[in-house]
């Protein structure tokens, strides 16, 4: 009975994350999260797990360490890159996280190139996170564009000083590259990790660094194994809708089976017991 008990929390929590991935199968740049089991009787076995599948293992394990253990992975196969028609949405084509600043002031990384220009022409993901380092665009800027090494270029119709923002923070392009009338307005980095399966999920779509992942790389897409930057395209989540469906289904008939046992279980104790008795 303890370990059908033990199977049944672990099939929840597959179940869960499974749902977690299907509710965000449309989130631009999603990274699903995979469950690994392994049967584990001591700290090594587990440590091997770990090695073996990759990721975390899961805080507060509700399952018993010395029955099964519950590896934690993230899929971070590409998505589909789909075409938007918005000059700031951004998608990488290859390795590499954006970094933004977020709510509580700590450095987070994401896929999900959603962006947009604040009221003081920051710019920012579509959560209000600013950009890390931070780019400026003026809002007399038009024809913004983003090229595949991460510059943001675009013309200006005024002088950046016109809309009462100060500019301090961002550059333009020397003159010999303004023959084609463009201003750069600045360049988004990448940042890399040894291991992005260690990374932790904070939720909102961002990754936090630990030591499994090591700290963040920064790099200049196109370059040194760093992807490039499509603009006007976005990353879909990589969820496999067909396989994800499946898997559920298949968990609830396993959970359901799981929870006959245990009451067959219950029920032929306490026949045992009446007889004793």
Do not use: C, W
């Amino acid at each position: 009975m303890h370990l059908s008990a033990v199977y049944l929390q672990t099939i929840q929590n597959k179940m869960d994350k499974l749902s977690n991935n299907l509710a965000n199968s449309v989130t631009p740049g999603f990274k699903q999260q995979l469950l690994s089991l392994e049967e584990s009787y001591d700290a090594q076995d587990r440590a091997n797990s770990v090695a073996q599948y990759g990721g975390l293992p899961l805080t507060n394990n509700p399952v018993p360490q010395d029955n099964l253990y519950v590896g934690r992975r993230l899929d971070f196969s590409p998505g589909t890159l789909t075409d938007t028609g918005n000059s700031l949405d951004m998608a990488i084509a290859g390795e590499g996280f954006f970094q933004v600043r977020t709510e509580s002031g700590e450095l987070g990384y994401t896929r999900a190139g959603v962006f947009t220009v604040d009221s003081a022409g920051n710019l920012v993901n579509n959560l209000g996170m600013l950009l890390e380092p931070r780019v400026i665009i003026p809002k007399n800027a038009t024809n913004v564009h983003v090229e595949e090494n991460g510059t943001i270029r675009g013309s200006l119709k005024t002088s950046p000083e016109d809309d009462g923002i100060d500019y301090a923070d961002y550059y333009y392009a020397d003159d010999e590259d303004l023959a084609d009338g463009l201003v750069t307005f600045g360049r988004i980095a990448l940042y890399k990790f040894v291991n992005p399966d260690g990374l932790a999920q904070a939720g909102k779509n961002i990754f936090l660094p630990t030591e499994a992942s090591g700290q963040a790389l920064e790099g200049t897409a196109g370059e040194d194994g760093y992807g490039l930057i499509k603009g006007s395209t976005l990353e879909r989540s990589n969820t496999d809708l067909v396989t994800t469906m499946t898997s559920i289904i298949q968990l609830q008939r396993a959970y359901q089976l799981n929870l006959k046992i245990i009451r067959n279980q219950d029920e032929m104790s306490n026949l045992a017991i009446g007889m004793r008795g």
